[in-house]
RNA sequence: GCGGCUGUAGCUCAGCGGAUUAGAGCAUCGGUCUACGGAACCGAGGGUCGGGGGUUCGAAUCCCUCCAGCCGCACCA
């Protein structure tokens, strides 16, 4: 069964496709009507004759008996009125349905997520807060439309800097190291390292042995490296433990992953005839890309000094997940001033035949976390701000003004709901705002019950759910057909029967904030509804109904919700 | 200099596969209600959609240009 905007879309295609094939009715939920469709008069003009006419004429092509009815408006919108009868079968349908409408993907595809990618031995902070929480809502958003999803950490675990830091660790001892870095504090330790390097000259001496002895394999030196890299990937786990991010340590496949297949990505590109000497440095120019002087801009695939850039890397994990992974689709949550560099990484492999035209592969950029100044969201003292400081710092928040409403909850039961809550609103006002775009850190805004945050959908969520904790029994759909007379029920219910391409839509372009969209709206719709349509004190088929109603927001709401990656306490 | 992103109400943001009066939240102001969780609902004021040109019957949305901000532009990843 399709979903309602399908059943419409499918019927007003085949009345488009008679008098153009391929004309888009550009079908969409209405003000006037429930949907409107527009695409009347792009077709009309495509035809060279006047919209009002066409539209009549598409009109009586239209089969929507028991679906429908249209009328025309202004210069030629199609405004459609839902059906009693299509109306009363797709709520049932609902009502059945825990996807909600949403159907599941016939094909599942293997869709590779690349996302979070922290670095060894250093802090995660607010930079990695967008990264991290869009890549894992894509990633939920896939899975649940049914696909095999593959998430990739492409942690920084390799690089000149790691002698520096084994060099640290054995200064500091490997017992010391690992109880400085498992409490958390990864930048102090990468400072310290640091420091030491910039003073001492032995020490840099040191340093710069490690990595020539780490590149070649020393085991000594592989061991300590280990001992670095194990720490970290153990407190990113529980960083995304504390963020309720489904990433594990199973996904991460470091930098240092891809080594021993970066001569084979040279080899091969030489092979192809790609890569060019340019000042002693093995590149690729990819047409279209042009440096400041406007002559070719090269990808570097191997520097002069014969070490592999970053280039090298992407480009051995981007082949790695083609043809080991066998990945349908790839998708690379990274931050926006990386997008040159991808869209080169991508030429590159589309050049050398290494990604398939019929594998859709995009980066998905985000812009950037700003502070109140609107300047890179930085401390007072211009040190940037650990993740898990945000975290602790919204479930303070959100347990004070839990203590203030709140009557008959447990210390710990506050605690656990103030960190749902903390989670909701961070995560709420990162997915919200439109990837590409900078957005402004306020935890007091996203803490907030009120207006368009996480914690005013889960308190939507928890007062439909309390509807049903008061009527105390069991309850069943209406015997006869809903009977939607009230606007706010009519509005409510187009609000519900249009989740699926919501969902759908939000997906196909990567941006979780559509989907926001939605649920704010459609907790809007309810809202609106009960408070204007008493549930409990109607009787029969119409408090039937109404509980229906109540049911399927509840739902709609913890759905999405839930394959944001945002859960939704029953109480509150 | 080239390229990318951004510029919509006082503030924070949707809308940008062109279309029926440009939307929401916050803030402000005014209403509602014996209130099924008021952390609510209804309404009002507030916008030359950065400026200017163009295409179109119709542009916040498409094209050009200018302005402002951020970012990227060869061996750090």
New binding site residues.
């Given amino acids: 069964m399709a979903s309602t905007y399908e059943t419409l879309d499918r019927a007003l295609r085949r009345a488009f496709d008679a008098l153009a094939p391929g004309a ?1 009715p ?1 079908l969409r939920l ?4 429930d949907y ?1 469709a ?1 695409g009347v ?2 077709l ?2 495509s035809l060279g004759r006047a ?1 009002r006419e066409v539209a009549v004429e598409v009109v009586d092509l239209l089969e929507l008996d028991g679906v429908a009815s249209v009328t025309i ?5 199609l ?1 459609l009125t839902l059906a009693p009868e299509l109306l009363d079968h797709q709520l049932r349908r609902l009502l059945d349905d825990a996807r909600l409408g949403v159907a599941s993907a016939p094909v599942p595809r293997r869709v590779v997520i690349d996302y979070s990618s922290p ?1 060894v031995a250093k802090e995660m902070h607010v930079g990695h807060l967008r990264g991290t929480v869009i890549g894992d809502a894509l990633a939920r958003m896939n899975r649940f439309a049914g696909h095999h999803v593959i998430a990739r950490n492409h942690v ?1 675990d ?4 790691f002698g520096m830091l084994i060099a640290h660790l054995e200064d500091v001892g490997e017992d010391a190291a690992a109880a400085e870095l498992s409490i958390g504090d990864l930048d102090g330790f990468y400072k310290a390292a640091r420091a030491k390097f910039d003073a001492d000259e032995a020490f840099q001496a040191r340093a710069r042995a490690r990595v020539v002895a780490l590149q070649g394999g020393d085991a000594e030196t592989r061991r300590l490296w280990r001992v670095l890299v194990d720490q970290s990937v153990a407190y990113f786990s529980e960083v995304y433990a504390k963020l309720d991010v489904t990433m594990t340590s199973d996904d991460v496949r470091g ?1 240092s992953f891809y080594n021993d297949r970066l001569d084979d990505v040279v080899g091969d590109l030489r092979a192809l005839g790609l890569l060019v000497d ?4 093995w ?1 690729v120019f990819p047409p279209g890309f ?9 990808l ?1 695939v ?4 014969e ?4 280039a090298a ?1 992407d480009l051995a994990a981007l082949r790695d997940r083609v043809t080991e992974l066998r990945a349908n689709e790839m998708i690379y949550v990274v931050g ?6 991808f869209e080169m990484v991508f030429a590159v492999a589309r050049m050398a035949g290494w990604l398939p035209d019929e594998v859709r592969c995009e980066h998905v950029a985000f ?2 976390v ?1 502070g109140p100044d ?3 969201f930085k401390t007072r003292g211009g040190e940037t701000i650990k993740l898990v400081t945000l975290l602790d710092e919204a479930v303070e928040r959100a347990e004070v ?2 203590s203030e ?2 009557h008959d909850l447990t210390p710990p039961q506050v605690r656990e709901l103030a960190t749902q809550i903390a989670r909701a609103s961070i995560k709420y006002a990162d997915l ?3 990837r ?5 850190f ?1 935890l007091e ?1 996203m803490v ?6 996480g ?2 959908l889960q ?1 939507a969520h ?2 439909v ?3 049903f904790r ?1 009527l105390g029994e069991a309850w069943s759909p209406p015997e006869g057909p809903f009977a939607l007379d009230t606007h706010q029920e009519r509005e409510l219910v187009k609000g519900l029967l249009a989740f699926p391409e919501a969902f759908a ?1 939000s997906l196909d372009a990567r ?1 979780p ?2 989907l926001c ?1 939605y649920l ?1 709206d459609l907790a ?1 719709r309810f ?2 509804f ?8 109607a009787s029969g088929d119409l408090r039937a109904q109404r509980l229906a109603l109540c049911a399927l927001s509840a739902n709609t709401i913890a759905l999405g919700l839930s394959v944001l990656g945002i859960e939704a306490p ?3």
């Fill in positions: 888009d550009v209405s003000e006037h009507a409107q527009n008069m792009a009309a003009k919209p408006a202004g210069p030629g919108f405004n670095n920084g390799w690089g000149t800097p930098e340019s000042d002693g440095a590149c042009t440096n400041r002087d406007g002559e070719p801009l090269p570097i191997q520097k002069r000094d070490g592999f850039g970053y890397t926006a001033p990386q997008s040159q560099h812009g950037n700003l609107r300047k890179m003004v839990l409403r709140t919200s705002t439109e590409q775009r900078d957005y402004v306020d805004r907030s019950f009120e207006g368009d945050t914690p005013y308190y928890a007062r759910r309390s509807i008061r839509s941006q904030h559509r969209n704010f809007q809202t609106s009960y408070d204007a349509c008493p549930v409990l004190s029953a109480q509150m």
